[in-house]
């Protein structure tokens, strides 16, 4: 158990050190189109129902000179991102040596300093009428750059705006979309409910929130107000060459837009995510020859979300029910960590580890320049994979954050942002003591794209 | 340092900024908000718009190209070819009305929706009805014009007729004898030999339409809205209102000329193709008298349309 409690935290300090996602907002567009971030942005980077059909329709506006062929020679579809910050992390227990270097100590630790976002590279538009594009090579702080978006999208084949093929590294189909949060601290930068694993699992495949490698069927009504999305995908949680060969996953989605009234537009959805990951390879030596994964066993997640307007005030909302079959979660005999082999029968007691999970995050958008936001994020596991070994509670989260961000210029060249947020997460039993494991996050940073 | 020390001090420095931005922000926003028309109502099958619910979204859709103050001088406007409109000076395009009166609100909400073909302005679909009709009224506050004029009664269109061979020719005719082509060209490509010194209703130069490049026209795309485009003229632009010298039957003779010139495989293409139908030789042109583009200066808005003045050279 305790080791269990260190691989907790170590990976939640891990995950929180790498929390904040490539964001999109691009400027390129705005240039080329002559429009204010405002008119595609709640407040950037998230993106209003003009700048999701403007996104679903393949980056056009569908004016008759979305193709690049219109655009002044000069112009050159690229976007830089990046935040220079102060932050504060703090947390209340973590393993330290004592006496002898022996790891049987706790203490809380509190870092601050300025500080580096990652780099977004943005290019993006259309190759020709109803061919578009997305390429972002993204770095962590240090430069380590991978390719966090590169795909192709055929647009609106045949004149329907039903008929939209995606294929290369593309983030599914988020309405409420991670890479496009307004939030950017280390705890609160990511929607946990898009990244969740349960205790001891090693399911890491099943993340809503990472990008894909596949192909994507899109369509949408001409207003956008129905949306509809299919995707396949390598169950490699967007990684290269072929890591786990032969296993696929799928993503589903539907929602529908209404007007209520004079409140604004409403909007409604549900997902479906199925897939199967291998749980051992062949070996050569002891080393796993590559492209040889086998034994492939089904996780699932699903759920229902709403984006609701009162005016200026919006409150998205999502649900997430998540399952993952339990060899992904027992250690097997003789082994130090999961995943139990396909062919490894299960001990006894032996389950699904199964969550649910729900955020709200209302956000009340001032004037197009200055924005306030919340967010409250609850995970309960249900079930954990071997009755009566874990706490029933081990891996329950709460999250809460809340902040603003205040855009001094709004123009179509650029964005500039001074935002301003503070965030805290508490596990569940997850501390070496077996208590709750609580880390903070305050952010200050000026946030700018161009 | 209590543990809760720094929260506290966070959400309390927050709280403060937040007041303070939300005070810059709006010190941010320009005069306009002074102006006694933001009263002004639109009305769109039962709702009503108004101007001063439409401010954010103004300001966060339009401002960029139409400026602060209505004026089509946005920061964008440099940019932008065919410049933005100018709302003081309560001239649109698109219209149901006849030449030189109001658009009606239905007019400008469907401007909104629509947008306007090779032209920077996009289709705001994604809007909500009321954010549509309360933006409706936010345009109309700029002008005085709409606080003391009614718009125009919107013209009749008549039921369009069958196409035929014959209705096609008659067409080609009118083309030719309005002297379309001074501006449009002798095949619809927008390159007559007056093409090169239009001017809309502020001095700038403008393009005419090209009919070979898309298969939407400015103010709509069916036949109906092509019908309305040369029966009402686009006001603010060279392309004058054909309401006085065409009969309803012509118009529609030259509606259907017009869709030959068009990308798409249209039935009048067809049977275009069928004819073998040739351009037209513009030094056969019957004679008449030499066209003027009208609104070349910012005119007075008048409540009727103008006596036409022979037929001047449409564009876009």
Known sequence: MVSLRRNLLRSAIFLLALSVPPAHAIPAFARKYGLRCSACHVAWPVLNDFGWRFKDNGYQLMNDRDAPIWQHPSYWPVTFRITPNWHLEKTNKVSVDVGGGVNNGQVGTTQHGFDLSGLDILTGGTLEKNISFLLTPSSDNTGAFHFESAWVRLDNLFHSP????????????????????????????????????????????????????????QGHSFNDRTR????????????????????????????????????????????????????????????????????????????????FFIYKF???????????????????????????????????????????????????????????????????????????????????????????????????????????????????????????????SIFVGFDFAF | MHKEFIPSAFLGAALALTLALSGLSHAQMTDYEENPRLGMEAHISGITGHAAAAETNYRRYCTGCHGDLGDGEGENAQWIDPKPRNFTLGQFKCRSTPTGTLPTDEDLYTTIGRGLTNSNMPQWLPLTTHEKVDLVAYVKHFSPHFATEKPGTPINVPPEPEVTADRIKAGQAVFQRLECWKCH????????????????????????????????????????????????????????????????????????????????????????KQLGLK??????????????????????????????????????
Request: with cysteine.
């Open chain 1, 228 to 307: 509809l999305s299919a995707a396949l995908f390598s169950s490699n949680d967007g990684n290269v060459n072929l890591q786990n060969a032969n296993a696929y996953s799928g993503f589903l989605h539907i929602s529908e837009a209404f007007d209520l009234g004079g409140l604004g537009q409403q909007r409604v959805g549900a997902y479906y995510f199925i897939g199967q990951a291998p749980t051992y390879s062949l070996t050569s030596a002891g080393v796993p020859i590559p492209g040889s994964s086998l034994g492939n066993k089904s996780f699932n997640r699903e759920g229902f979300w709403g984006d």
């Open chain 1, 314 to 440: 919006e409150v998205p909302v999502y649900f997430q029910h998540g399952s993952d079959n339990p060899h992904f979660a027992i250690t097997p005999p003789g082994a130090t960590s999961p995943p139990t082999p396909a062919n490894v029968p299960l001990p006894p007691g032996a389950r699904a580890p199964t969550w649910n999970g729900v955020f709200i995050e209302p956000r009340f958008v001032v004037n197009p320049q200055l924005v306030l936001f919340h967010r409250t994020e609850i995970v309960r596991m249900s079930q954990q994979a071997l009755h009566g070994f874990f706490p029933s509670n081990l891996g329950d989260l709460n999250v809460y954050t809340l902040g603003y961000r205040w855009y001094p210029i709004m123009t179509s060249r650029v964005g500039f942002a001074f935002h301003n947020e503070y965030s805290r997460i508490m596990q569940r039993s997850a501390a070496p003591d077996s208590t709750d494991l609580t880390s903070s």
């Open chain 1, 162 to 217: 039903w008929l939209n093929f995606r294929f290369g590294k593309f983030e599914l189909d988020n309405f409420i979309s991670e890479k496009r949060t307004l939030t950017l601290s280390a705890v609160g930068g990511i929607y946990q409910l898009y990244h969740f694993v349960p205790p001891n699992d090693v399911n890491t495949f099943g993340q809503i929130g990472d990008n894909q490698l596949g192909l994507e069927w």
């Open chain 2, 279 to 316: 351009p037209i030789n513009p030094n056969a042109a019957p004679a008449g008298a030499a066209p003027q583009p009208q609104a070349e200066q910012q005119q007075p808005l008048q409540q009727q349309p103008q006596p036409q003045q022979q037929q001047p050279p449409p564009s876009r």
């Open chain 2, 185 to 272: 060209g002798v095949t619809g490509r927008g390159n007559g030999p007056s093409a090169e010194t239009l001017t809309d209703n502020q001095n700038r130069p403008i393009k005419p339409f090209d009919f070979h490049d898309v298969t939407r026209f400015k103010c709509g795309t069916t036949d109906q809205d092509l019908y309305k485009i040369f029966m009402t003229g686009l006001d603010g632009t060279p392309m004058p209102s054909f309401a006085d010298s065409v009969k309803p039957d012509e118009a529609w003779n030259l509606v259907f000329y017009l869709r030959t010139l068009q990308p798409m495989n249209s039935r009048e293409k067809q049977i275009a």
